[in-house]
């Protein structure tokens, strides 16, 4: 139990334009989802934490209206990033709070190179 | 605010053999939980095991145990009969209700056969 998917698994998109990823608990309700972002050979760095039904609260530095997240369901949580750029070349992955067991789940990551 | 350490950058094990990870942390939080996540090439995260503060009997998953010294603040990983498949980076990771999952720097760990 406890599956976390996300989709696309790989994108590659050029300058200029906007994609979004996907995360979805399988199995259980998760009123809240969580972003990272993860550089080469470091540890995962949190960028937002996404609830169900309201606003994301973003970490410090990281800009709500390039990474845009929606939790319209306990299901599903959205990243789009909006106009990339080759700095937002990264690879994210998102998690899912599974609540009864204060423990979150990870999704597998997406690789997003921008040209 | 709460930190986790990891003072083994990289570690190596022959197969078969034991090895520990060392994790530290700092808080002062009563409750609390920790983890150790496992990061293979495909880089999923996989949880590999779970300690809630709160209990003293130290968390074990199969070949995973952990020994949870809460007034230390360490929180370190064993792993037993390594496998090949156990090739991965490990990080420690510290979580209170409400707030974030912090996370330490990780170890990398190459089982050798």
């Known amino acids: 139990g406890a599956v976390v998917s996300q989709h696309p698994s790989r994108v590659i998109c050029k300058s200029g334009t906007s994609v979004k990823i996907e995360c979805r608990s399988l199995d259980f309700q998760a009123t809240t989802m969580f972003w990272y972002r993860q550089f080469p050979k470091q540890s995962l760095m949190l960028m937002a934490t996404s609830n169900e039904g309201s606003k994301a609260t973003y970490e410090q530095g990281v800009e709500k209206d390039k990474f845009l997240i929606n939790h319209a369901s306990l299901t599903l949580s959205t990243l789009t990033v909006t106009s990339a750029h080759p700095e937002d070349s990264s690879f994210y992955i998102c998690s899912a709070l599974l609540d009864r067991a204060d423990t979150q789940y990870f999704g597998p990551g997406t690789r997003l190179t921008v040209l | 605010a709460q930190t986790v350490t990891q003072s083994q950058p990289e570690m190596s094990v022959q197969e078969a053999e034991t090895v520990t990870l060392s994790c530290t942390y700092d808080t002062s939080e009563s409750n609390y939980y920790l983890f150790w996540y496992k990061q293979p090439p495909s880089r999923q995260m996989i949880l590999v095991i779970r300690q809630e503060a709160y209990k003293q009997q130290n968390a074990t998953e199969n070949r995973f145990s952990v020994n949870f010294q809460k007034a230390a603040k360490s929180f370190s990983l064993k792993i037993s009969d390594s496998q090949l498949g156990d090739t991965a980076m490990y990080f420690c990771?510290?979580?209170?209700?409400?707030?974030?999952?912090?996370f330490g720097g990780g170890t990398r760990l190459m089982v050798k056969p």
């Open positions: 990771a510290f979580y209170n209700a409400g707030n974030m999952l912090t």
